[in-house]
Structures are given as C-alpha cells and as structure tokens.
C-alpha cells in the first residue's frame, strides 16, 4: 500500500527552518512533497494571483523529498501543487510551522492558515501549524512532536467537510508543554499604532506596528490554552455567514419604492 | 447635528468608476472621505503590509469629499484611515462598489470584503458592495439606489457587534431587480485550471483560470437570490471557529506521552 501523500507548504518561504521542522513529521508519516513561496509571504492573508503570470521551480530532491517553490503566494502554492504540480491527490495538506501565532483573530491575516482553508475548499483534510516564537533561531523540536500526533489523528479519523484545524504551539519545551486543547478562537484584536517617519527627502512614510490586545476571559478559547503551556487546535470554517444575524436582517427595511 | 462620517475604500483602486458610485451615495446620506488603494488590489484578500513602508496621498477634494489613496492594501487602508487619516470615528465603512462579484466563497479571497472585515474588527458598521459585472463600463446607477437603501437601514438601525454585510447586486436594469434578499453563503467554489505556456525563451509561465461552480440547491443562498433577479445580503463574521466540530474533535486521542 502506498504512503500517504502529503504537501507542505507555509508563508514564510520554502528556506525557513518552520518549514523543514515539517517535512521531517510529514516525511515520518507518508511522502512529503514541498510547493512553497520562494520568498516570505506573512500577512498574505487569502490573496491569490489574478494578474500577473506565474512560476513554479523545481528545486530538487533534498533527503528524499521533492521540494518546488512559486512565486505565488500560499493560496496560490496550493492550486498549483494540486493541478499543476502533484501526480495524484494529496492525502492531506499541512502549512508552517509558521514563525509566530495565528492564534485568534491572527487567523484572518496569516497567510499559513489561508494554505488550509484553501486546501479545505481544495476537499482535502489541512492543517496549519503555527509555532509563538517568531524567530529564525527558534527551536521547532517540542512543536514536532505535537505536529506529528496531530498530523497522525487527522490520518487516521480525517476531518469534517468544510473545517481545516488551526494548531498553535507555545514556546516551551516539551517537558513544559501541558498537552492538546480544541478550542474556540478568542475574541481579541491587534490595537495598531503606525510608527509615522519621515524619509532623507523629508516625506512621511508609514510602518504599521500594535499590541495585540485580548479581552476575551472566555475558558475555552485559544489564548486562555496557550497562556496555561497548552498546544491550542481550533477547527476552522470557510463559511463566513454569521446565521445568528440573518433573523436580525430580516427585520431591516429593505423595501425599495 | 455633524452628519455621519462614511469612509470608503474599495479594492479595484481610487480611480475605479465603482467607488466613484459609492462615494455619490455616501456624500448624499453622510460625509464622505476616500481611503483607497493606488492600485488595482483584487484577489488580495486580507493581506496587509508588515515588511515595507506605506504612503499616503492626499489626492484633495472632488466634488466636496476628501480622497486619498495609499500605497496599500485594502485592509492597511482601512487602518490607516482611522488611526492616521480621519479627524474623528466613522459611523460606517463602506467598501467597493466592487466590479465583479464577491458571493459565495469568493468573499474569503476579496479584497473588498476584507476591507469591510477589517472595518467590523475595529468595532464600526461595515458593508461590501460588489456588482456583477467586471467591465469598467458597468453601470452603477441601479447599484447606487440598493447600496443607498442599504446604507440608510445600517446608519438607523446598526449591526450586531462582530457582523458585517456583504451585498451583491445583480447586473440587470433597476426595473428588473426584484429586491433585497438577507441569504447564507453559497456552498460553492472555483474549479481552477491553469494556463500553462512558455516565455519567449522557452520557460513555462502560469496564468490562474478557472470556473466558478454551485452544487448548493438551497434556496437562501446568495447564489440562488442573484440568479433570482434579486440583491443578496449575507451578515458575514470573522469568527472562523466551526463550533460543531469542537465537540467531534474532542474524541480524537490528542495525548502525547
């Protein structure tokens, strides 16, 4: 019987070290094949490329795993892995380890997340998986482990259709790393500040910098998981209609004469 | 009593004939001021710039509203507007109006609702607007007497708290849209392909292609209302948790030893 096919890819680029943490899992549990963006992509949110061309290079074979890179962005990555790139259906597609949370809210701008859903929308069980130390030193080997019992569930029992898994990590070893928590996303916000400076011509230019600010004291959200050295999964929907609302709606006038 | 402050931005650029509709219905019920990108920004999704610096611009007056355009993207507009560019709160943020539509799970990928998105997460009344019809010769004036209804019921009644509206509007005559129709998102999706050819010099470039298709036969979503001659409304959240699965998934075997 053949492995398990698995595509990673990330935000990040296909040279960060999150990204090999995760072909090591991935290659542990089935054939790993990498199609990443060839230079870093965070905060790519859902974008896709719908005017410019392109390209996808092989790179070669490193420890037994084929690596690609684009010049795409995640989203992009993965419709090409899955029309262009792989020779048959992925078993499951992973993203990450990114370097940095994409717990709560962080979802919606990470690009490592988008990777999933996208592969969700794709029909394939995906996972994100995200490391809280946003550092190129930071050391992935207590994140492996929990990436590989996660990676090794979903193989075994699969996803709900419609819902890709949302895994953060905290930045502890694996003594210090209490377990697994399914979760809901916490209700928190970045509270930016632009950093405003002027250029050697004197013009004004922009850097955006913020807090991220939670005022969610719920007890099951990711936060709360990740504050108290747990590894946070919150399963992710790609249906964004608020139902609650639609009966509210209703009572609008949106009659027009 | 000031009038409403209605911020607008869009994704397809400042200079796009669709936000100049918008911006005519908002100077009519509000003040008006413009934050758009300097660009085309479609299929940018909730990116936003956290490696480079951001500019803005300020265009001056245009029939008495104030434009600006920033080197952004449709989410940094959004920020920068109100941390940077606006005197005080807007009382709503209103985004497009969008050439092309963005029903069913074309709302994950848009720029434009993205920006409404980013709107609802800093706590203000936010609405997308998106015609069917790409053309840069749509004709915006049946759009502008739904968007103005819409927008009227909004600054009245509000929306609840993590709720924003993306609205589509049909592309028929304001004699042939039967109405305002509150729906779920379209349990669709893009079937892609990709246009596969070779530069001059012989390498392979990709174009992204594809068909949108509905297997959804509900008869609330937006898809059917569209194609039913009527304007869909669907309340959308940034809540991406699929809390039916939390409970699914807590009967996996998340321990690790």
């Not at 809210?105 to 794709?122: D, H, K, P, W």
């Not at 994140?143 to 996803?159: D, F, H, P, R, T």
């Not at 011509?201 to 005022?215: Q, S």
Request: some cysteine; proline content about 5%.
């Amino acid at each position: 019987m053949s492995k398990p096919l698995i595509l990673v890819t990330n935000d990040d680029g296909v040279m960060a070290p999150g990204i090999r943490a995760l072909v090591e899992v991935a290659d542990e549990l089935g054939d790993a094949v990498v199609v990443a963006p060839d230079k870093p992509q965070s905060g790519m949110g859902h974008a896709i490329t719908i005017n410019a061309t392109l390209r996808v290079n092989k790179i070669g074979k490193q420890h037994g795993t084929n690596f690609y890179s684009t010049t795409g962005t995640p989203v992009d990555c993965v419709k090409l892995a899955v029309h262009e790139i792989l020779n048959r259906e992925p078993d499951l597609i992973v993203s990450g380890i990114n370097h940095g949370s994409n717990a709560s809210t962080n979802v919606i701008y990470s690009g490592t997340m988008s990777a999933a859903i996208e592969g969700c929308l794709e029909g394939y069980p995906s996972i994100g998986f995200s490391l809280l130390n946003e550092s190129i030193d930071a050391d992935f080997e207590p994140s492996k482990i929990y990436a590989k019992k996660i990676i090794q569930e979903v193989l075994k029992n699969g996803l709900e259709k419609g819902v890709c898994l949302n895994v953060n990590i905290p930045n502890l070893s694996s003594r210090e790393i209490e377990g697994i928590k399914v979760c809901r996303q916490a209700r928190a916000k970045w509270s930016e500040k632009f950093d405003k400076r002027k250029d050697p011509g004197g013009k004004p230019y922009y850097w955006l910098t913020g807090a991220f600010e939670n005022h969610d004291t719920g007890e099951d959200t990711d936060i709360r998981a990740l504050n108290n050295n747990y590894v946070s999964v919150v399963p992710v929907q790609y249906d964004l209609t608020a139902y609650k609302s639609i009966k509210h709606l209703e009572k609008y006038d949106f009659n027009v004469e």
